[in-house]
């Protein structure tokens, strides 16, 4: 509210509230790089259109008269009180964001992420780290202090590499394991393949990885092995632009884990991060194999149907993020809110028999951009929901104050919502309050 009676008196807002406003200010700000990578999706975009256009097809019905005098928008998720049904979504790469047109240094690493780490912990929403983070999140961890986190994983091929984040990911106080299931390979990201290159091979994309002390090993090794093998060096498989961007972080950071970055470690680093990166031959049943390696719980990110919804259940899974990564894996994908419902339908035909199991949260990603936006995914049955891009152009625009206002706009929105559609206690939302 104070944020509406700011606007009464005449101040402006630190960032837009439009969500268009909002992405256009941040466009003129970022790089053509930042902003293709951050703005961008797959192939034609439909899918990034889709995911926000379904928005529209779904309507509230506001109520009168209902006493909404004192309204509530917290909740609880994996046993956690959380202040609202919202978490930040784990962007990688972050770095580039923050890197302006104007006055920006190239590779000038770690302001992106404590930023974040600054904003979340201040309005005490989760934040879920990225794989792919530009700070090692031991970094992003101790900024939090005891600010709720997760930790989103990508699922190296390479075992050691796993467990190794999993439990650094404890170590760093993370509540959960977020599995990301939906980029075991790259979509075709149009906008990024037209500059030339693959953003998260930068260094903006790979500090987690060289601050793993098994991802150093395997680097060494490589380096060793080249060091050993023929005069004649391999192919070159980075781009020059990936490995100018790790020796330039390399200048830039303060810390000793780049400080001393040569040339040959730098390729080495990019070339093992591309052949570790991932792993396509991952079924449901190695679910299996991570559930023992960790007490945390298993929330896996990237369900759209719901027969995913069942497998991970039975594969152990403790909460379902449905998301299809805001468009930029699969063009020509079904909205992402339109495969919300039914995925909640699943789980709770599943779990609701038995009224002694835990509550399988259910989460969703992919279009959010407003208020009433989130209030519009709970009513179809979210248990909340995490922000993406529109946190992302905050920090572009105005660092964690950006983060910040973008947060607390949604939040100011979803609190009108349910007082204009008749709601005051934000768990009460549901399919009763749209127009089905
Ligand atoms: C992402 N997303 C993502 N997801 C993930 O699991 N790990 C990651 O490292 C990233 N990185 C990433 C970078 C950028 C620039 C974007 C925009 C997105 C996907 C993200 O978590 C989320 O699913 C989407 O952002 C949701 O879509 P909207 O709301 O941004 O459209």
């Given at each position: 509210s104070s944020i509406y009676r700011d606007g009464v008196y005449g101040h402006r807002p630190t960032v837009p509230t439009s969500p268009d406003a909002l992405a256009t200010a941040a466009r003129r700000r970022m790089t053509r790089a930042g902003w293709s990578y951050v703005a961008g999706g797959?192939?034609?975009q439909r899918t990034v259109d889709a995911n926000r256009e379904a928005f529209g097809r779904y309507r509230t019905v506001p109520r009168q008269l209902v006493d909404v005098g004192e309204r509530s928008l917290a909740t609880t998720l994996l046993g956690r009180d959380l202040p609202a049904p919202v978490l930040f979504a784990p962007v990688g790469a972050l770095e580039l964001a923050v890197q302006h047109?104007?006055?920006?240094?190239?590779?000038?690493?770690?302001?992106?992420?404590?930023?974040?780490?600054?904003?979340?912990?201040?309005?005490?929403?989760?934040?879920?780290i990225s794989s792919q983070a530009s700070t090692p999140m031991e970094e992003t961890a101790a900024i939090l202090g005891d600010g709720p986190r997760w930790f989103?994983?990508?699922?190296?091929?390479?075992?050691?590499?796993?467990?190794?984040?999993?439990?650094?990911?404890?170590?760093?106080?993370?509540?959960?394991?977020?599995?990301?299931?939906?980029?075991h390979v790259l979509g075709w990201r149009t906008m990024d393949l037209d500059l030339g290159y693959l953003p998260f091979a930068r260094a903006e994309g790979i500090a987690q990885y060289l601050s793993d002390p098994v991802f150093q090993q395997l680097v060494e090794a490589r380096v060793g092995a080249a060091a050993s093998?023929?005069?004649?060096?391999?192919?070159?498989?980075?781009?020059?632009a990936a490995v100018r961007?790790?020796?330039?972080?390399?200048?830039?950071?303060?810390?000793?884990?780049?400080?001393?970055?040569?040339?040959?470690?730098?390729?080495?680093?990019?070339?093992?991060?591309?052949?570790?990166?991932?792993?396509?031959?991952?079924?449901?049943?190695d679910l299996a194999w991570l559930r023992e390696r960790t007490t945390l719980p298993l929330v896996v990110k990237g369900v759209q149907h719901p027969d995913d919804a069942r497998a991970a259940l039975d594969h152990g899974a403790d909460g379902i993020i449905v998301s299809n990564h805001g468009g930029r894996q699969i063009d020509n994908a079904v909205a992402s809110l339109d495969t919300l419902a039914p995925v909640v339908d699943a789980v709770r035909a599943r779990t609701g028999t038995d009224p002694a199991a835990p509550p399988v949260p259910v989460l969703f990603d992919s279009g959010i951009r407003t208020g009433a936006d989130v209030f519009t995914a709970l009513a179809l049955g979210a248990d909340a929901v995490l922000l993406g891009r529109p946190w992302?152009?905050?920090?572009?625009?105005?660092?964690?104050d950006g983060v910040r206002a973008v947060t607390e706009h949604v939040l100011a929105e979803l609190d009108l919502t349910m007082a204009l559609a008749g709601v005051a206690?934000?768990?009460?939302v549901g399919r009763h309050n749209l127009a089905l």
């Open positions: 797959a192939g034609a047109r104007r006055g920006g240094r190239a590779a000038a690493p770690r302001h992106a992420e404590p930023a974040l780490a600054h904003a979340a912990r201040g309005l005490g929403l989760p934040v879920v989103q994983l990508y699922w190296s091929s390479d075992d050691a590499l796993v467990e190794s984040f999993v439990a650094r990911a404890e170590a760093s106080g993370c509540e959960a394991i977020v599995v990301t299931l939906d980029t093998s023929s005069p004649r060096p391999a192919p070159a498989r980075p781009t020059v961007s790790l020796l330039s972080m390399a200048r830039h950071h303060p810390g000793p884990t780049l400080r001393n970055l040569t040339q040959p470690y730098a390729r080495a680093a990019v070339e093992t991060f591309l052949d570790v990166f991932s792993r396509s031959t991952l079924t449901w049943a992302v152009y905050g920090l572009a625009l105005a660092g964690a206690d934000v768990r009460q």
